[in-house]
């Protein structure tokens, strides 16, 4: 098995050998993790993978634990008396990009959803569901990750009105790439083809419902993953319990996620900032420094509100994200300090990067 068309390179190689000092493990890819059942490809083929005993105990959160995508160092159990070998996984190697969430509920902790990858395709429908306020809040969780978002409107074949959805989507998207497909028949998803080269890794993301398996199931020419039709009430029911790294034959490789009906963020309250560069970079105007850019005097956010030029709706997303974000990290709880600091190097390129599109504007 070539471990080159799974992704692996010369970062994480360099990575491995640093923790793999003793040379007893072998590199492999978690390529499907249900709880703590994985599965892993290796350059001797794919197995079934568990962690090691001393791996379970050093783990502290669920964070630590290997997700679908993740370079991990494994030993091939020879021991094992059964026909099928077993694949012990002893460490993960540093994750370069990842997508969590917060878990549902009142728990504070983060659920990761997969590992290294290089592009997130974040799927909205385009038919009476489509929500640009969604589109903010994956955006906020992608760009936590450091992941390069590209948005895929899905289901153009029931958009009445293009040019006006396409507006909507341009003041939050700005000059993010925007793709429009029809999952179903596969119109437009060849514009799709730069994003998957070989070797890169792409999740999938978007709210149940709005086509990511279909497209997918396109994507590899063959049906690997069920979907099935709407429910009468027009909710999806479609759900992908578990995470899944499948090659498209000649392409990369693509992960499917389970759709959520809302995303709970998982982010530092800096990622705002990539967001709603517009805003933060707005904020910076305001008369007072600590502005709630809600009714106080000489705020910039808000003039530029009045002026027609930011959707009210657009402001009040950034200041529920903004609450949620500084809810969570008063927990302290947040994501190790240090994955977040490796990942801090990354986003800085990032933030310049997005900041820079706002220059000419306000
Ligand atoms: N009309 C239309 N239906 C689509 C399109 N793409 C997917 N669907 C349908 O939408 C439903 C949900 O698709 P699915 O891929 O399961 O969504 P997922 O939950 O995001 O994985 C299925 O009935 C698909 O056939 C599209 O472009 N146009
Ligand atoms: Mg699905
Ligand atoms: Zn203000």
Redesign the pocket.
């Known amino acids: 098995m070539n471990l080159i068309q799974w992704g692996w390179n010369a970062s994480f190689e360099q990575q491995f050998e640093k923790i793999n000092n003793d040379g007893s493990c072998l590199p492999a890819r978690v390529i499907y993790a249900q709880r703590q059942r994985y599965r892993v490809v290796s350059g001797e083929g794919v197995f079934s993978a568990r962690v090691s005993g001393r791996y379970l105990y050093l783990a502290g959160s669920s964070a630590d634990f290997p997700t679908a995508g993740d370079w991990v160092g494994v030993r091939i159990d020879r021991e094992d008396t059964s026909a099928k070998n077993v694949a012990v996984i002893h460490f993960t190697i540093p994750r370069r990009s990842w997508l969590s969430r917060k878990v549902a509920g009142d728990r504070i902790e983060e659920q990761l959803i997969c590992a290294n990858i290089d592009r997130v395709f974040l799927?909205a429908?385009l038919?009476r569901d489509f929500n640009p306020r969604r589109i903010e809040r994956y955006l906020s969780a992608i760009f936590e990750g450091g992941a390069e978002p590209v948005i895929v409107l899905?289901?153009?074949?029931?958009c009445g009105d293009l040019e006006s959805r396409m507006a909507e989507v341009g003041t939050v998207a700005f000059d993010l790439p925007v793709i429009c497909?029809?999952?179903?028949?596969g119109a437009g998803l060849e514009q799709l083809d730069p994003y998957l080269q070989q070797g890169t890794t792409v999740a999938?993301v978007?709210?149940?419902?709005?086509?990511?398996?279909?497209?997918?199931?396109q994507l590899l020419g063959r049906n690997v993953?069920a979907?099935?039709?709407?429910r009468s009430d027009g909710k999806?029911r479609?759900?992908?319990s578990h995470r899944e790294l499948f090659q498209i034959p000649g392409q990369g490789m693509v992960i499917?996620n389970p759709?959520m009906r809302e995303l709970q963020l998982w982010a530092h309250e800096e990622r705002l900032a990539d967001t709603f560069a517009e805003i933060e970079y707005l904020a910076e105007q305001c008369r007072f420094s600590d502005c709630g850019h809600e009714n106080e005097p000489g705020c910039a956010v808000q003039r530029e509100v009045s002026a027609g030029n930011i959707d009210p709706k657009r402001l009040s997303s950034y200041l529920k994200q903004k609450r949620e974000l500084e809810l969570l990290s008063a927990t302290d709880k947040l994501t190790s300090q240090e994955r977040y600091n490796l990942r801090r190097q990354e986003s800085r390129r990032w933030h310049k990067m997005i900041r820079d599109r706002f220059k000419d504007k306000y």
């Open positions: 799927v429908g038919d899905n289901k153009i074949d029931l497909t029809n999952g179903r028949s999938f978007g709210s149940s419902g709005v086509g990511k398996s279909t497209i997918i199931n993953q979907t099935r039709g709407l999806g479609h759900t992908t499917d759709g």
